[in-house]
């Protein structure tokens, strides 16, 4: 087929700009993606062995999982000072660690926002709140921001519970502390209290996934 010399410049004017436009998409998607979330969608799921951390703690030490050598498994809570989700369930972390403790899983809470974003989330932010609270589990900082996305975690809170199975550390429960971050007292199934109850019966745990309420984790 012939074209003339001004419908080959149109034909031509009409490639590039549509070469253009899905040029411009496709960087707007790339963009979109590499900041909106460092969170691999995927994480841990229930049944997966989670790794080792070692993170640095309101009083300035590094702390493992492997330091509690006696423990049982864990209670991992991913919270921060400045959601008011997590500081609604700031007590109740507490009475989970005062309860579950003694009894062989810890809680072991992360903050993973961006301090820059979050600057009431920053290290001495937590020290002050630590204090005012009188948490009594570590509060560790994710700084590089590197566990929250291996664990899958996108809310604060966002809560994995642990079985220690000799060196390994094997996920039993993925989601929220429990059915109401409103109001303690309205509270009708205790998902953290009914996995690890169960895990110290030897039991499987009732529920093993439920959905995080909280807010996301700033990157």
Same mark, same amino acid.
């Given at each position: 087929?012939?074209? &003339?010399?001004?419908? =080959? *410049?149109? #034909?031509?004017? +009409?490639? @590039?700009?549509? %070469? ?43 702390? &493992?999982?492997?330091? =509690? *050598?006696? #423990?049982?498994? +864990?209670? @991992?809570?991913? %919270? ?140």
């Amino acid at each position: 087929m012939n074209f &003339s010399n001004h419908e =080959y *410049k149109n #034909a031509n004017k +009409f490639s @590039v700009s549509k %070469t253009l436009r899905i040029f411009t998409v496709l960087i707007c998607f790339v963009c979109l993606t590499a900041f909106t979330t460092k969170t691999d969608a995927s994480g841990y799921k229930v049944r997966d062995v989670a790794t080792d951390f070692s993170l640095t703690n309101i009083d300035g030490k590094m702390v &493992s999982l492997s330091d =509690y *050598k006696t #423990a049982k498994g +864990f209670v @991992v809570i991913f %919270t921060c000072n400045t959601c008011p989700y997590a500081v609604a369930y700031e007590d109740r972390i507490e009475a989970l660690n005062k309860k579950y403790a003694k009894k062989g899983y810890p809680v072991i809470a992360i903050m993973p926002n961006n301090t820059e974003i979050k600057p009431g989330d920053s290290l001495d932010a937590m020290k002050k709140r630590a204090n005012k609270k009188g948490f009594t589990f570590p509060y560790l900082i994710d700084r590089e921001q590197a566990v929250f996305p291996q664990y899958g975690a996108t809310k604060t809170p966002h809560v994995y519970v642990l079985q220690k199975n000799n060196e390994m550390h094997i996920v039993r429960y993925i989601g929220a502390i429990d059915d109401n971050y409103k109001d303690a007292d309205k509270v009708v199934l205790k998902y953290v209290e009914d996995a690890v109850d169960a895990l110290l019966m030897n039991r499987q745990v009732p529920v093993s996934k439920t959905r995080a309420i909280g807010c996301s984790i700033k990157i």
